[in-house]
């Protein structure tokens, strides 16, 4: 049973805000990512990190930032959100970095920037 | 470069129906794993199985299924006596080497409306 979390799982914010998403998991697990979700529904890797103090730029340009200071916190934060932000995010986590691990995923965050 | 195509955007049956999701896939490593996902309404991607390349055998738990097959490189994915639960976003990744460590490339994803 994967036990990761993210909070909030929904919010709308006017244009120009500073947001954090949070996201923890509770396995252990050195590999963490975050996803952007478009209403398509595909999915997008935008940042991974293979444990503490490293992070890596994904396969889809982002203007978000993450930091991983713990094992078991990967937030994501945008300096100024924009309308074009709107869309689900969702953090995942494997146990390590060998590509047979699946990954286990949050319940996502639905952000709406007005 | 690793693809996955799952060219079935939205597929709609009605209960008791079998269907069948269908998954390509791309790469040019003789070492590699194939996932399904499933993503319900509530938004979170719930695994369902992981496949490596070396190991062919179809496999059944419970109503689902899985067919896969190197000759065409597709991993299809069947249900069979569809019900109301099962209707979500499924998708299908690839892992391989040369995609970096752990990273997951995914098809867009099949919508499975089941209706009563």
């Known amino acids: 049973e994967a036990d990761i979390y993210q909070t909030p799982r929904y919010l709308v914010i006017g244009t120009g805000k500073k947001i954090t998403l949070e996201c923890s998991q509770t396995m252990g697990h050195d590999k963490m990512y975050w996803y952007q979700q478009d209403p398509g529904m595909e999915l997008h890797l935008i940042h991974y990190?293979?444990?503490?103090?490293?992070?890596e730029k994904g396969d889809l340009s982002s203007e978000s930032t993450v930091s991983r200071i713990r094992t078991e916190h990967f937030p994501l934060t945008l300096e100024s959100a924009r309308p074009s932000h709107t869309s689900q995010y969702l953090c995942a986590s494997s146990e390590s970095a060998q590509f047979y691990n699946e990954q286990f995923f949050g319940p996502g965050t639905r952000l709406t920037v007005l | 470069a690793q693809k996955v195509t799952q060219a079935q955007t939205e597929i709609s049956v009605v209960e008791k129906e079998d269907v069948t999701l269908d998954c390509v896939y791309e790469?040019?490593?003789?070492?590699?794993?194939l996932f399904w996902y499933k993503q319900p309404p509530s938004g979170e991607l719930v695994f369902l199985i992981r496949r490596n390349s070396f190991d062919e055998q179809n496999e059944i738990s419970g109503r689902y299924s899985w067919n896969f097959q190197k000759s065409t490189s597709s991993f299809n994915f069947t249900i069979t006596a569809s019900q109301v639960v099962d209707s979500a976003v499924y998708f299908c990744?690839?892992?391989?080497?040369?995609?970096?460590?752990?990273?997951?490339?995914f098809g867009k994803g099949t919508m499975l409306l089941v209706s009563p």
């Open positions: 790469t040019r490593d003789t070492t590699y794993y």
């Open positions: 990190s293979y444990g503490v103090n490293s992070t």
């Open positions: 990744a690839l892992s391989a080497p040369n995609s970096g460590y752990s990273t997951l490339t």
